[in-house]
């Protein structure tokens, strides 16, 4: 049981650290661009990591069967 328990957690951990990999640049190039292009708010983490998922859904069509 505290095998699985460890397991649990550095997969959790390993989740965690591969989102922020992957929105901190999407977050760091809207708030460069977009703010000075368009006149946009500065977006947070949590708001990047919302775009990645959303663009995946619209760009791959989603879940495919």
Do not use: H
Request: charged share 10%; aromatic share 22%.
């Amino acid at each position: 049981m505290g095998d699985f328990i460890v397991y649990l957690l550095v997969t959790i951990a390993y989740i965690a650290v591969f989102a922020l990999i992957f929105s901190l640049p999407i977050m760091w190039l809207w708030n460069w661009l977009m703010p000075a292009i368009f006149g946009l708010v500065k977006i947070t983490w949590l708001q990047a990591l919302g775009l990645s998922v959303l663009s995946e859904f619209f760009f791959r069509g989603g879940y495919k069967n």
